[in-house]
């Protein structure tokens, strides 16, 4: 991933943004999503590459906790081990901010990021129903954690 640049995201990345989001999601954050998690100072990332943006992360952080809000890689660069970079990069922050615990929420039917999140430690903690919008009705979440506070011992 050598080529791949993080930096902050900012109102500029927006429209950009907009268009990974739109495009590999069938149910896509809105602009003013991404314009409050600015104006919120969650963590926010771009992940650039030489000619296009690869993808962006967005952490909100409260207290020792970790919530993971929003991961997206652009379609055309998917199955490169970008997302899966990304997340490292994402659980690393957290560990050096001392976070105790990386929770988020992922479809039911996403099981390909669900294999990710289980390959980098992350578990299941539990079903929110009705979380997502779906093409019939609503879809159920999967809650997912990692917990940081037994690889926080190993290091010590």
Not at 45 to 65: C, F, K, R, T
């Amino acid at each position: 991933m050598k080529d791949l640049v993080r930096r902050p995201m900012n109102e500029a990345d927006l429209a950009e943004v907009l268009q990974i989001e739109r495009s590999a999601n069938r149910f896509p954050w809105s602009k003013q999503n991404f314009a409050d998690c600015l104006s919120g100072n969650y963590q926010s990332w771009v992940y650039q590459l030489p000619d296009s943006m690869a993808g962006y992360l967005i952490v909100q952080n409260i207290l020792d906790e970790a919530h993971l809000l929003n991961i997206c890689v652009q379609p055309q660069q998917q199955g490169k081990g970008i997302g899966r970079f990304m997340l490292e990069q994402m659980i690393n922050d957290a560990q050096q901010r001392q976070a105790k615990l990386i929770v988020l929420e992922v479809r039911r039917s996403n099981h390909r990021a669900q294999q990710l999140y289980l390959q980098q430690g992350f578990n299941e903690m539990s079903i929110r129903r009705g979380y997502y919008p779906a093409e019939q009705g609503r879809e159920d979440a999967v809650l997912m954690g990692l917990d940081l506070s037994l690889t926080m011992d190993f290091a010590e």
